[in-house]
């Protein structure tokens, strides 16, 4: 079975400027999520699709920040424009069902804002 | 709030156990799991507890659950150096959409 596949692997930028990042869950995997890891700490939740459809945007800078799964199956998560603080790892992750389904990670996308 | 607390730092030898810690805020998290992230990779689970367990064991890691304290650790077994790594606890958040709420990561360092 083929695992979360996330692309590019890594970016460079300046700040302004606009970046988008693609994902592809695990086939069959109603439930996908986006998450930001800034360097030396955790995953934080960033969206999460049941489906197309957002569960939960709480956390999702959306001035700059926005995300799409208009099929139901790949995502992509845009950021524009970038500012500095936005250099981290995104990492998308897909679930089978939602709640309490066990997740699988994607390698993630290294991003650097200069 | 959820919040998720984990040691930064932990160094052992090759051949001893590890004991990381964690401690959470969510008396109401169904799930709590074990993560595991190597240089330059996503997180690999590692092995998850219901909450209504009290201990899990799965080869060389048994994770233990003080509920009451709300403490889960991890134990590795006979650690080798393929080991080192960042461990993250995480749980599942009491919003009920499988949200996950991680710790900031325990670096593993496992000496020859």
Redesign the interface.
């Given at each position: 079975e083929a695992g979360?596949a996330q692309s590019p692997r890594y970016k460079i930028i300046e700040k302004r400027q606009s970046v988008a990042f693609w994902c592809n869950p695990i086939s069959g995997h109603a439930?996908l999520?986006w998450y930001q890891q800034i360097l030396?700490?955790?995953?934080?939740?960033l969206i999460?699709f049941q489906n197309n459809g957002v569960?939960?945007d709480s956390q999702l800078p959306k001035d700059r920040f926005s995300a799409e799964r208009l099929k139901g199956v790949d995502s992509t998560l845009k950021i524009q424009p970038a500012k500095l603080e936005d250099s981290a790892v995104y990492?998308c992750?897909s679930?089978l069902k939602?709640?309490?389904?066990?997740?699988?990670?994607?390698?993630?996308t290294r991003l650097t804002v200069l | 709030g959820e919040d998720v607390e984990q040691s930064l730092f932990l160094s052992v030898r090759e051949g001893d156990s590890s004991v990381i810690n964690c401690t959470y805020t969510d008396s109401s998290s169904t799930y709590l799991y074990w993560y595991k992230q190597e240089p330059g990779a996503g997180l690999q689970l590692l092995t998850y507890i219901f909450s209504n367990m009290d201990m899990k064991q799965d080869q060389r890691l048994t994770v233990l659950l003080n509920k009451k304290d709300k403490h889960l650790s991890l134990r590795i077994a006979d650690t080798q150096t393929g080991d080192s790594a960042i461990y993250f606890c995480a749980e599942a958040g009491s919003s009920n959409t499988g949200k996950l709420i991680f710790g900031q990561g325990t670096t593993l360092q496992v000496k020859p």
């Open positions: 979360v439930t999520y030396g700490q955790g995953p934080k939740l999460q569960v939960d990492l992750a679930s939602q709640y309490t389904d066990t997740q699988y990670f994607g390698p993630g | -």
